[in-house]
């Protein structure tokens, strides 16, 4: 399957968007209340060529990072479930235990055999020991990371028809793995729920230009103006994110949103993300919950004080050398992937984020990309990689359906369904740095109009793909107000 998250100088093939005549205007019912009405049409995406067609639309000319015109989404969520075929919403929860069974397995095999056989009495050798020990580490990491992805589908009920035995199987297996089940289940609904929304989404809430200028002490119109970020620069911030990212998420809800005063109950007001505001995936009053959500989080809670336990108990028996080579140093590596597969599934230089005004759920669950990784993605990830597009539009599909459902949606998506999958596995690392480099902040383009300015692409300093907008320097306001900066000609 050739590319279609790929530079403007690479010529792209991409299917049409079918058309649907008796398609609604608005999206599925179940999607957000706040949700704009969408631009109808009856013609397919392809024909609209025009600048003149497009400001009929009411939003220009929009530009992705690599210079790609980007149009917006006219399908419905009825449009992609009616393609997908019948058996493929069909869940065995026999099936998935047998993959919970698989996982188990291999990581107590690789754990027997290393214990058994890589001891100084069979390899003498010191270096050659470490080395291996620390093979050990990457493959019970990819192992973990399968576990955990068989968990994410127990969270979104595809796992099986059952309810029980989802969050059940969830529970303990996210538990062994230092993750709140509950308090994530439903934090990470609501990602599901506001993908691609500035304001309300979980995951990798991308900078606007604003926060990106005050974080480094300028303004904003002298963004455009600045050198480029040296490559160390990004090095040491992705190593940081690799590392760091999963537990300063759970602690401190980093990269998630920050308007916490729209929770309905009023527990967000005056709450801000960080370390010891409230705002965390532990605290019942957090305002990532409702007060309903309360015995969840402590049932996650315990999940979490009973591994904790665990861990403690063994450390005093095996010495916490010992466990940090089989346990802890695994669970690094189960981060680092989980970090690496959420941020490229919603970062790339062709994605588009939505204000409150432009967002609806349909352009917000396209706002995502599939990727290749290989027989690691595929076998031992379990597809979370591959599938993801179609996992924002219908969660409930099992994994082992994905790439059939994935299939019928592209016809329906046609432009908008987008894959990276050029280079396999090591395309699939490589982007971690091109996202990195590519994707700094994000802002409307030069030629939006109308809820064109609602939608925003990714810029950045490296002088890589579309330039940053020159932004003219306000007048101060009267009584001494902050500068007001001005973007282009208003419409």
Same mark, same amino acid.
């Given at each position: 399957m050739a590319s279609t998250a790929i530079p403007k100088r690479t010529v792209l093939k991409r299917t049409v968007t079918s058309t649907t005549e008796n398609s609604a205007p608005s999206t599925a019912a179940g999607s957000p209340s706040d949700t704009p009405r969408q631009s109808p049409s009856s013609t397919s995406l392809s024909s609209m060529s025009s600048l003149g067609e497009m400001d009929e639309k009411g939003y220009g000319k929009l530009l992705d990072t690599y210079g790609n015109e980007f149009e917006l989404p006219d399908f419905t969520v009825n449009d992609i479930r009616n393609a997908i075929p019948k058996r493929c919403f069909e869940r065995s929860g026999l099936r998935g235990l047998g993959y919970v069974a698989r996982d188990i397995a291999s990581l107590a095999t690789t754990f027997f055999l290393f214990n058994r056989f890589v001891t100084p009495e069979t390899i003498p050798s010191t270096p050659i020991r470490a080395a291996l020990w620390a093979l050990y580490t990457i493959i019970q990491g990819l192992f973990g990371t399968g576990l955990?992805?068989?968990?994410? %589908?127990?969270?979104? &009920?595809?796992?099986?028809?059952s309810k029980i035995l989802n969050d059940t199987t969830g529970w303990i297996c996210h538990s062994a793995l230092l993750v709140p089940y509950f308090s994530w289940k439903i934090s990470h609904g609501k990602h599901h729920k506001a993908t691609g929304h500035m304001d309300r989404d979980m995951v990798f809430v991308p900078k606007t230009r604003e926060v990106y200028a005050s974080r480094i002490g300028k303004l904003i119109?002298?963004?455009? %103006?600045?050198?480029?970020?040296?490559?160390?620069?990004?090095?040491?911030?992705?190593?940081? &994110? &690799?590392?760091?990212?999963?537990?300063?998420?759970?602690?401190?809800?980093?990269?998630?949103?920050?308007?916490? %005063?729209? &929770?309905?109950? /009023?527990?967000?007001?005056?709450?801000?993300?960080?370390?010891?505001? /409230?705002?965390?995936?532990?605290?019942?009053?957090?305002?990532l919950y409702e007060a309903k959500d309360a015995k969840l989080i402590l049932l996650s809670d315990l999940g979490l004080a009973i591994t904790i336990s665990v861990l403690t108990m063994l450390c005093r028996t095996y010495g916490f050398s010992n466990m940090a080579v089989w346990y802890f140093a695994p669970y690094l590596w189960v981060n680092h992937w989980l970090v690496a597969i959420t941020f490229l599934q919603h970062t790339?230089?062709?994605?588009?984020?939505?204000?409150? %005004?432009?967002?609806?759920?349909?352009?917000?669950a396209a706002a995502t990309i599939d990727r290749e990784f290989g027989f690691i993605g595929r076998t031992l990830l379990h597809g979370i990689v591959e599938t993801h597009v179609l996992h924002h539009y219908v969660s409930t599909i099992p994994f082992y359906h994905a790439d059939e459902a994935s299939e019928a949606i592209k016809p329906v998506m046609g432009r908008h369904y987008r894959a990276d999958v050029k280079g396999g596995s090591i395309g699939f690392l490589k982007s971690m740095w091109t996202s990195a480099r590519w994707c700094q902040w994000v802002e409307p383009s030069e030629g939006a109009i109308g809820e064109g300015k609602g939608?925003?692409?990714?810029?950045?300093?490296?002088?890589?793909?579309?330039?940053?907008?020159?932004?003219?320097e306000g007048k101060p306001a009267a009584g001494g107000a902050k500068m007001a900066m001005v973007v282009g000609a208003d419409d």
């Open positions: 955990w992805v068989l968990a994410h %589908e127990c969270g979104h &009920q595809s796992f099986s028809p119109h002298e963004i455009d %103006e600045l050198t480029e970020e040296t490559p160390i620069a990004t090095l040491i911030h992705s190593v940081g &994110q &690799q590392l760091l990212g999963w537990p300063f998420y759970l602690f401190a809800n980093v990269t998630g949103h920050d308007k916490h %005063e729209h &929770q309905h109950e /009023g527990r967000g007001k005056g709450k801000v993300n960080g370390f010891f505001t /409230g705002v965390n995936h532990f605290n019942p009053s957090s305002p790339d230089p062709t994605l588009p984020h939505y204000t409150a %005004e432009s967002w609806n759920y349909v352009r917000g939608v925003l692409f990714f810029r950045n300093r490296n002088g890589l793909g579309t330039k940053p907008l020159k932004l003219k």
